[in-house]
């Protein structure tokens, strides 16, 4: 199921495909191939537009590791391909992109199994690599800790902030984007919290989002996701549930030039309730969780739930 919320291969390359919208419908070009490389394979491309309409993308190369190219004029042709290095090889997971407002520092973030000395199996180092006009720069962020997916980050007006979590919910500022502070927890209970979500408003308020997977004990009576219990209307269709447990949704918010805090962490699920779900909504979401601000700056949670729920799309 979709949802939405609002609140206020052999050798391979990477190919982009571009789309023109008319009245009667859309109209692709042919691929382009952004990558060039034929001796080796292209994987986990992420793409962004920045402010000044330049397209951006990274990709995972099998034997160069991360690669970056932008296009100037409207994808109808790439740059050449800039080359992370050596430290990116082996990388996992799809690398993220975010673009300053001029368009003229990009950031990248991304992670790959733990080189650290004694570093339990399962671990990720955590990187940021800085690039900018003739110059790449690439910073560790965290070493040795426990991923489900990609470190996620986004410009906050006065430096980078990057996010990741497993177990835990961390942030790290940097006011220059090649130094970064000690990371911060914001989880508020201890959790199975996937990859968190990141977004900036126009006033430089950093919204931090995640979901959990408290849903997974089968066994425990209530259980939204996998023993949905209630009210049943005469097909024995649940109407009204009763569950009290389940995915739980977290939102964190930082004010603009404030420092994260754990103590600004709400449990959206303890929020979102209407006559169905008079206990709060628990989903069954993990890892699918996206937060974007739309031109009004209003700020959107959108995700797929996996409960066995009839639920259909939401704002």
């Given at each position: 199921?979709?949802?939405?919320?609002?609140?206020?291969?052999?050798?391979?390359?990477?190919?982009?495909?571009?789309?023109?919208?008319?009245?009667?419908?859309?109209?692709?070009?042919?691929?382009?191939?952004?990558?060039?490389?034929?001796?080796?394979?292209?994987?986990?491309?992420?793409?962004?537009?920045?402010?000044?309409?330049?397209?951006?993308?990274?990709?995972?190369?099998?034997?160069?590791?991360?690669?970056?190219?932008?296009?100037?004029?409207?994808?109808?042709?790439?740059?050449p391909a800039v080359r992370i290095g050596n430290v990116s090889i082996g990388v996992a997971f799809q690398p993220q992109i975010a673009v300053d407002?001029?368009?003229?520092?990009?950031?990248?973030?991304?992670?790959?199994?733990?080189?650290?000395?004694?570093?339990?199996?399962?671990?990720?180092?955590?990187?940021?690599?800085?690039?900018?006009?003739?110059?790449?720069?690439?910073?560790?962020?965290?070493?040795?800790?426990?991923?489900?997916?990609?470190?996620?980050?986004?410009?906050?007006?006065?430096?980078?902030?990057?996010?990741?979590?497993?177990?835990?919910?961390?942030?790290?500022?940097?006011?220059?984007?090649?130094?970064?502070?000690?990371?911060?927890?914001?989880?508020?209970?201890?959790?199975?919290?996937?990859?968190?979500?990141?977004?900036?408003?126009?006033?430089?308020?950093?919204?931090?989002?995640?979901?959990?997977?408290?849903?997974?004990?089968?066994?425990?009576?209530?259980?939204?996701?996998?023993?949905?219990?209630?009210?049943?209307?005469?097909?024995?269709?649940?109407?009204?549930?009763?569950?009290?447990?389940?995915?739980?949704?977290?939102?964190?918010?930082?004010?603009?030039?404030?420092?994260?805090?754990?103590?600004?962490?709400?449990?959206?699920?303890?929020?979102?309730?209407?006559?169905?779900y008079p206990a709060g909504y628990f989903g069954c979401s993990y890892d699918s969780l996206h937060l974007f601000f739309d031109q009004k700056d209003?700020?959107?949670?959108?995700?797929?739930?996996?409960?066995?729920?009839?639920?259909?799309?939401?704002?």
């Amino acid at each position: 199921m979709f949802h939405a919320k609002s609140l206020g291969d052999g050798p391979c390359g990477f190919v982009m495909g571009l789309c023109t919208a008319t009245a009667q419908g859309q109209v692709f070009s042919q691929p382009t191939n952004v990558s060039q490389n034929p001796a080796s394979d292209s994987v986990y491309p992420a793409m962004i537009v920045d402010s000044a309409g330049n397209i951006d993308v990274a990709w995972v190369d099998s034997a160069s590791g991360i690669n970056f190219a932008r296009s100037t004029n409207a994808g109808l042709s790439f740059l050449p391909a800039v080359r992370i290095g050596n430290v990116s090889i082996g990388v996992a997971f799809q690398p993220q992109i975010a673009v300053d407002p001029t368009g003229t520092i990009i950031e990248i973030a991304w992670a790959k199994p733990s080189a650290a000395s004694g570093a339990p199996a399962g671990t990720f180092d955590v990187f940021v690599s800085q690039l900018t006009i003739g110059a790449v720069i690439t910073t560790p962020v965290s070493t040795a800790v426990k991923l489900v997916d990609s470190p996620r980050l986004a410009f906050d007006g006065t430096g980078v902030d990057v996010v990741w979590g497993n177990t835990e919910t961390w942030i790290s500022h940097s006011p220059n984007g090649t130094t970064f502070n000690a990371p911060i927890n914001l989880s508020i209970a201890p959790q199975d919290s996937g990859g968190p979500r990141v977004a900036v408003d126009k006033s430089g308020n950093i919204f931090v989002a995640w979901t959990d997977r408290l849903a997974e004990d089968q066994n425990k009576q209530g259980n939204f996701c996998t023993n949905p219990t209630g009210t049943t209307n005469g097909n024995g269709i649940i109407t009204v549930f009763s569950n009290t447990f389940g995915g739980n949704y977290y939102l964190n918010e930082t004010p603009s030039l404030s420092t994260p805090n754990s103590a600004n962490t709400r449990n959206l699920s303890k929020e979102w309730v209407d006559q169905n779900y008079p206990a709060g909504y628990f989903g069954c979401s993990y890892d699918s969780l996206h937060l974007f601000f739309d031109q009004k700056d209003n700020l959107h949670l959108l995700w797929a739930d996996e409960a066995p729920l009839v639920r259909g799309a939401a704002y």
